[in-house]
Antibody, heavy 118, light 111 residues
Framework: EVQLVESGGDLVQPGGSLRLSCAASGFTFSPYTMHWIRQAPGKGLEGIAYISTTGSTIWYADSVKGRFTISRDNAKNSVYLQMNSLRDEDTAVYYC???????????WGQGTLVTVSS | QSALTQPRSVSGSPGQSVTISCTGTSRDFGDYNYVSWYQQHPGKAPKLIINDVSKRSSGVLDRFSGSKSGNTASLTISGLQAEDEADYYCCSYEVTSTSYGFGTGTKVTVL
């Protein structure tokens, strides 16, 4: 069974940092581009970063560029999101997703909640 | 990439059909078929229902169909059922910038 399990969400003060992890299981991880997608409370979906199979291609949304870093470890079947200089507007549920082709996110984790507040 | 525009809400009676539009620019859709649709029930993660404009994801019923014409993609739900009541999002990939974005989301209500 394909599973994506996010962890690392927490309450953090503005300006703080967090590292999210996503552990994948039930499929061969390395051939898939992986994405982080977030959803602020009561709002829509926002793609914020993706990393290609080997990490050679990385993309960030303008809203997080320069503050967030995506990485992956194919040996550990995991993808990460290092979040620095967090802002109130980063408060959201963060989902890890697998892309089976091009923006075809066929599996999603359960999400992890990041709350940025003083 | 700017957010794709969807109607805030659509509604229909059981058995009817509803269509959700997703409007972007020529840069959003271009000549490529990188458009997908997601269904999200409250408190749940989104679920892929359509990718590559019109390909139904595994296990998705043929009541769901997708299409694209010019700068607008569409999702049609036929034979509307109570369990179809959810939020729906489109998503497109912009080849030139290798970026992507989601639509603003549409709430489908079954009357």
């Amino acid at each position: 069974e394909v599973q994506l399990v996010e962890s690392g969400g927490d309450l953090v003060q503005p300006g703080g940092s967090l590292r999210l992890s996503c552990a994948a299981s039930g499929f061969t991880f390395s051939p898939y581009t992986m994405h982080w997608i977030r959803q602020a409370p009561g709002k829509g979906l926002e793609g914020i970063a993706y990393i290609s199979t080997t990490g050679s291609t990385i993309w960030y949304a303008d809203s997080v560029k320069g503050r967030f870093t995506i990485s992956r470890d194919n040996a550990k079947n995991s993808v990460y999101l290092q979040m620095n200089s967090l802002r109130d507007e980063d408060t959201a549920v963060y989902y890890c997703t697998r892309d089976k082709s091009v923006v075809a996110f066929d599996y999603w984790g359960q999400g992890t909640l990041v709350t940025v507040s003083s | 990439q700017s957010a794709l525009t969807q109607p805030r809400s659509v509604s229909g009676s059981p058995g009817q059909s509803v269509t959700i539009s997703c409007t972007g620019t020529s840069r959003d859709f271009g000549d490529y078929n990188y458009v997908s649709w997601y269904q999200q029930h409250p408190g749940k993660a989104p679920k892929l229902i359509i990718n590559d404009v019109s390909k139904r994801s595994s296990g998705v019923l043929d009541r769901f169909s997708g299409s694209k014409s010019g700068n607008t993609a569409s999702l049609t739900i036929s034979g509307l059922q109570a369990e179809d009541e959810a939020d729906y999002y489109c998503c497109s990939y912009e080849v030139t910038s290798t970026s992507y974005g989601f639509g603003t989301g549409t709430k489908v209500t079954v009357l």
